[in-house]
């Protein structure tokens, strides 16, 4: 009896077209293997019109529409949480193609993508579960879209706005009213990214745990905090624009004053291949450029 042809889902940035051929590398070898190769519709249409590229696919689907045994990202990390949201709780492995430098989620180069996916074909790989949170709206506002991110949701002032007051709990504790341009919760996986630039640790994958981090505070003592995956982080704003943005994974929304959020663990994790004998701290050195001497 034959052995199962493999599908795969095809996610990837209509922004960089110099990077075709790591695009090319993948498909050439999805189609020696006999895969079923499905395409997103927006990323077809740029390989094909604008890219001019041949491209063999078994399908092409739009929103969640597709059923896999593994998705692709090509790009960088923010292709990557697009793909990771458009899978949600469907569970499909993913792999994150990068079209530029490393990345932390985005992590196979282009010159290890035959290998990488020859991993995948002999089932010599690890698949890391890694937290996902949710955002729900009561009031005026509902999330419209995916209310899932892999690395943060974040509380934001609007742009003309001065700074806004998040009444701020814990579980139904009271932790603060902060008085600042926002406030980040995110995941050990989103503590590299706009949290840190806002001053939070970074968190190693699998912690079990969320990170407070405000944005621009009024006040200098207040400092991000670590709490437990399973809190639930619950905050009403006060706006003098009467408005504000949540932001999920960087996918803003308006929410209007008075709304009542809460932000906790999602029921399902994103599920990310690693090949063995990939190292996070390598790979967090490598990225920080940590004992790098740059004189």
């Known amino acids: ?130 937290s996902v949170i949710v955002v729900t709206a009561q009031g005026e506002s509902t999330i419209a879209g995916c209310p899932f991110a892999l690395n943060d949701i974040a509380v934001l002032k609007r742009d003309n706005a001065s700074m806004i007051s998040i009444r701020t709990s814990i579980n139904g504790e009271h932790l603060i009213t902060y008085q600042a341009d926002g406030l980040i919760v995110c995941t050990p996986t989103g503590s590299t990214a706009y949290s840190l630039s806002n001053g939070g640790p970074i968190i190693a994958p699998q912690s079990g745990v969320l990170c407070l981090s405000p944005v621009a505070p009024h006040s200098l003592n207040v400092r991000p905090i670590v709490v437990p995956d399973d809190a639930v982080v619950t905050m009403s704003v006060e706006s003098r624009s009467h408005q504000f943005l949540v932001a999920i994974d960087g996918r803003s929304e308006k929410c209007a004053e008075g709304t009542l959020l809460t932000i906790q663990k999602a029921p399902f994790a994103a599920k990310i291949i690693k090949r063995h004998g990939q190292k996070y701290f390598h790979t967090l050195k490598e990225k920080m450029m940590w004992g790098a001497d740059t004189r």
């Open 1 to 130: 009896m034959a052995p199962r042809k493999l599908r795969f889902a095809i996610f990837g940035n209509i922004y960089q077209a110099k990077k075709s051929a790591s695009i090319q590398k993948v498909l050439s070898f999805l189609s020696e293997r006999k895969a079923q190769v499905c395409v997103d519709k927006e990323f077809h249409h740029f390989l094909t019109k604008d890219l001019h590229i041949d491209v063999h696919a078994d399908s092409v689907f739009d929103d969640d529409n597709f059923d896999v045994d593994f998705v692709i990202s090509m790009g960088g990390d923010g292709t990557f949480l697009k793909a990771a949201s458009r899978v949600g709780a469907k569970g499909f492995p993913i792999m994150g193609v990068n079209m530029g430098r490393l990345g932390f989620l985005a992590d196979v180069g282009p010159s290890e993508i035959e290998a990488a996916l020859e991993a995948v074909y002999r089932n010599d790989y690890k698949v890391e579960d890694h």
